[in-house]
């Protein structure tokens, strides 16, 4: 027997397949136009999806670069950040936010978040202000968008920039305004899995400072704007042309894709209404969520999670190992127990399958599955009691 007979279905993490399929066609003549017009560097494609991102947002400025983590050590470069400055970022967020401030030999300050989003917390990052804070870099994590007024005024009196990590949060916005657009600058991911995703890696500096989105443009070119006059030390680091023709199809269709990630998060909440054991996400008052990512909180998530896999549902953990608690950040000498809440998210936090196309059918799946083995759990736990 096959594994693929053992479930009544196979729900993968994310599946980028249907996604593919609806642009196919227009990815086809896309594609022949840059290989007809050798145009790989730069050229119409580019241009066009800077100028389409930048609209979609209501930016001024889009830079294509080559992926996430160099959009914020670029936006973070651009905006004035130097070395030895301090970086105030959330534990809880993928490696790359405190990366990038570490490539620009500026410190990152990793400080906890709040119980009940899990995004960064302004009373922390408050407590967290030096006379070396240069900037503030909130995660608008799994498509929430962080609670960027709260931090506006501390920004403010310690003369800091707020940079935004919006790589989860494309089409997210907090009191009618995108994510992206809250701070001096913004990075953002187009990796494959994203809500707006390339076919390899890709990003974007967002920014309504002119100032900064040409410096971007120069850093990223390695620090020239006229061919081998060079007056900085850059990088070379550039959207692709290729994936800026993936990028202008999904575009067009972001909006409904991140409609019907809502519907599908709506779903997941109805069903999981009540489910004992299971603490599903919330959604922010302001806040218009595009749901990159479903992540509930559970006891024993590595025993469900491995019974989710078993059963043919991809579910994940986005991020098991908070940032501080990471053998890279280890010079950071800070020790289990430094920021609680983080620390607690990242034992019990499980991603659900979620992407535009999932079916009312497999989500139904997903939860039967799901409140079968917290249940099994409890049970075992009275049994034990």
């Known amino acids: 027997m096959n594994h693929h007979q053992k479930h009544p279905m196979s729900v993968p993490l994310v599946d980028l397949g249907a996604q593919h399929e609806e642009i196919a066609g227009e990815l086809e003549a896309g ?28 930016a001024r400025n889009c830079v294509g670069v080559a992926n996430g983590t160099e959009a914020l050590e670029l936006a973070l470069r651009a905006s004035g950040v130097r070395e030895g400055g301090e970086v105030i970022l959330p534990a809880n967020t993928f490696i790359a936010t405190a990366e ?33 804070t240069q900037a503030i870099m909130p995660v608008h994590l799994f498509g929430q968008t962080a609670f960027v007024e709260r931090l506006e005024p501390i920004a403010a009196a310690c003369g800091a920039l707020i940079i935004e990590d919006a790589a989860q949060s494309q089409g997210a916005s907090r009191l009618g305004r995108f994510a992206g657009t809250l701070g001096a600058a ?20 967002v920014t309504d400072d002119d100032g900064i989105a040409t410096r971007v443009r120069l850093l990223g070119s390695h620090g020239s704007a006229v061919k081998y ?7 070379n680091s550039r959207l692709d042309a290729l994936q800026a023709v993936v990028l202008n199809a999904k575009l067009r269709r972001l909006a409904s894709w991140n409609e019907r990630r809502r519907q599908a ?24 969520d595009v749901w990159h990512l479903f992540v509930i909180r559970i006891a024993e998530r590595d025993r469900v999670l491995a019974a989710l896999n078993e059963a043919g549902i991809g579910a994940g953990v986005h991020y098991p190992v908070p940032v501080h608690l990471s053998g890279a ?18 034992q019990t936090m499980l991603s659900l399958p979620m992407y535009p196309h999932i079916s009312a059918e497999q989500q139904e799946y997903v939860v039967d599955v799901l409140r079968r083995e917290v249940a099994a759990g409890r049970s075992a736990d009275r049994v034990r009691s």
């Open 31 to 58: 594609l022949k136009e840059v290989f007809a017009q050798t145009s790989f560097i730069g050229g119409p494609a580019v241009a066009q999806f800077e100028q389409a991102y930048a609209a979609f947002l209501g």
């Open 100 to 132: 990038a401030v570490s490539r620009i030999g500026a410190v990152p300050v990793p400080v906890d978040v709040d119980p009940d989003y899990l995004l960064i917390d302004p009373e922390r990052v408050e407590a967290a202000v030096t006379a070396r």
């Open 186 to 205: 913004a990075g953002t991911s187009f990796y494959p899995g994203k809500n707006l995703g390339a076919a390899g890696d890709a990003g974007a500096v």
């Open 229 to 235: 006059q060079h007056d900085a030390i850059g990088m």
């Open 265 to 288: 998060a709506k779903r997941y909440s109805d069903l999981l209404q009540d489910a004992p054991g299971v603490v599903p996400p919330r959604s922010a008052e302001g806040n218009t």
């Open 329 to 346: 950040y280890r010079n950071l000498d800070l020790a289990p127990g430094s920021f609680p809440v983080a620390e607690k998210a990242a």
